[in-house]
T-cell receptor
Framework: ETGVTQSPTHLIKTRGQQVTLRCSSQ?????VSWYQQALGQGPQFIFQ???????GRGNFPPRFSGLQFPNYSSELNVNALELDDSALYLC???????????????FGPGTRLTVL | RKEVEQDPGPFNVPEGATVAFNCTYS??????FFWYRQDCRKEPKLLMS???SGNEDGRFTAQLNRASQYISLLIRDSKLSDSATYLC???????????FGSGTKLNVKP
């Protein structure tokens, strides 16, 4: 069974640029969540996708957007990058089913984004 | 107010010590509770779920107090390999969002 993978592992961008981060969910998982983890902080929930639809969003501006594809892989897009966007971006997948209160989330290794 | 609050530490303890971490959460509708472990520059990994009746997994014991809205993690007989950051996590029903605390750093010394 292949775990959650993310690409790229590291990325350097400049202010104002746009970035796309990618995530392949674990086999059989239909839900993908994205998190931003600044240095010394816990992961902050950005949004979640379930069956290609956004299924909840944290306190992040609209320049953070996402997609989920039919194979349940996902992208996180960030426009107009700011210095404070420098962080580790984590993707987590889970086999969420309607009516359940929880399914464990499995995290990928993350993409470390540096904005100069 | 943050959804989840944790003491950032660090907790510096000798091998063999018992150490306890606490975590408070603000939303009384929180449904599920977990402790995750995160090693330096790695992704978080589930350590254990926290059940209302309390639960134990080897040297690790987790407790939940819904009335006071806190959860705890007790580590007995600390090992060097327990050195990591421990993240408290709560979720709300339906959205399946995870709210993470900022983490408590544990350093176990020889």
């Amino acid at each position: 069974e292949t775990g959650v993978t993310q690409s790229p592992t590291h990325l350097i961008k400049t202010r104002g640029q746009q970035v796309t981060l990618r995530c392949s969910s674990q086999s059989g998982h239909n839900t993908v969540s994205w998190y931003q983890q600044a240095l010394g902080q816990g992961p902050q929930f950005i949004f979640q996708y379930y069956r290609e639809e956004e299924n909840g969003r944290g306190n992040f501006p609209p320049r953070f957007s996402g997609l989920q594809f039919p194979n349940y892989s996902s992208e996180l897009n960030v426009n107009a990058l700011e210095l404070d966007d420098s962080a580790l971006y984590l993707c987590a997948s889970s086999p969420w089913t309607s009516g359940s209160s929880y399914n464990e989330q499995f995290f990928g290794p993350g993409t470390r984004l540096t904005v100069l | 107010r943050k959804e989840v609050e944790q003491d950032p530490g660090p907790f510096n303890v000798p091998e063999g010590a018992t150490v306890a971490f606490n975590c408070t959460y603000s939303n009384s509708a929180s449904q599920s509770f977990f402790w995750y472990r995160q090693d330096c520059r790695k992704e978080p990994k589930l350590l254990m779920s926290v059940y209302s009746s309390g639960n134990e997994d080897g040297r690790f014991t987790a407790q939940l107090n819904r009335a006071s809205q806190y959860i705890s993690l007790l580590i007995r007989d600390s090992k060097l390999s327990d050195s990591a950051t421990y993240l408290c996590v709560v979720t709300l029903y339906n959205f399946n969002k995870f709210y993470f605390g900022s983490g408590t750093k544990l350093n176990v010394k020889p």
